[in-house]
């Protein structure tokens, strides 16, 4: 499986502020997700960060709040603007072989 | 929409005792997926079953496809420390997409 790196682990930030998050994979993938995970709660797929064409968002989601870039097959940025207390979430990449989904360790934010 | 439930939501278990959990889908699934998400951490497969009936292991872990095809089982014999996480399945809802359940809380007492 693919070896997935996320950075920053974790962070503290400030109400109104906005964070990138970065994410590199150890090797060529098609497709690459970002998933939060609020306090306690399971994983919910944010958006699909597509290699080339603008990110496709789920329901709930918008590319104001969470911009993606996928400049190529190995990275992507995710970011989380205008923050306010209600981001506070675990912030997962992922990426799929086509079978199965594999995660990076994922970005611990905190809004205060 | 689409949700997997799992049971338990959280459970205590003493030091080698054997652990079953559960995951029920509203609709079929041709794909089960099952997760361990350790605090502060990403969640890591432990096992995938694609076919009605299958049983698959890893180590102490197995787990089951449902015939159904609406669930699936895992059970983790003679727990150990190490196996307190958050375990999650999930299944798919499209190409490349997947929903995850809402997990179970395991705790082992020493």
């Known amino acids: 499986s693919a070896v997935i790196s996320q950075k920053p682990s974790r962070d503290i930030c400030q109400r109104g502020t906005s964070l990138t998050i970065q994410c590199q994979v150890d090797?060529?993938?098609?497709?690459m997700f970002w998933y939060r995970q609020q306090p306690g709660q399971s994983l919910t797929l944010i958006a699909t960060?597509?290699?080339?064409?603008?990110?496709?968002?789920e329901s709930g989601f918008v590319i104001d709040k969470f911009p993606i870039s996928r400049p190529n097959l190995t990275f992507s940025t995710l970011t989380v603007s205008n923050m306010s207390p209600e981001d506070s979430s675990i912030y997962l990449c992922?990426?799929?072989?086509?079978?199965?989904?594999?995660f990076g360790s994922g970005t611990q934010l905190s809004v205060l | 929409g689409q949700q997997l439930n799992q049971s338990p939501q959280s459970m205590f278990i003493q030091e080698g005792e054997d652990v079953s959990m559960n995951c029920t889908s509203s609709s079929i699934f041709n794909t089960w997926l099952w997760y361990k998400q350790d605090p502060g951490e990403g969640p890591v497969l432990l096992i995938a079953?694609?076919?009605?009936?299958e049983l698959t292991s890893n180590g102490r872990l197995t787990a089951q496809f449902g015939i159904t095809r609406k669930d699936s089982f895992l059970n983790i014999s003679a727990s150990i420390p190490s196996d307190v996480g958050i375990y999650f399945c999930?299944?798919?809802?499209?190409?490349?997409?997947?929903?995850f359940g809402t997990g179970t809380r395991l705790k082992v007492l020493a």
């Open positions: 079953l694609y076919k009605a009936g």
């Open positions: 992922s990426v799929s072989d086509g079978e199965k989904l594999f």
């Open positions: 090797s060529q993938v098609t497709m």
């Open positions: 999930a299944g798919p809802v499209g190409t490349y997409k997947y929903i």
């Open positions: 960060a597509n290699q080339g064409s603008e990110a496709t968002y």
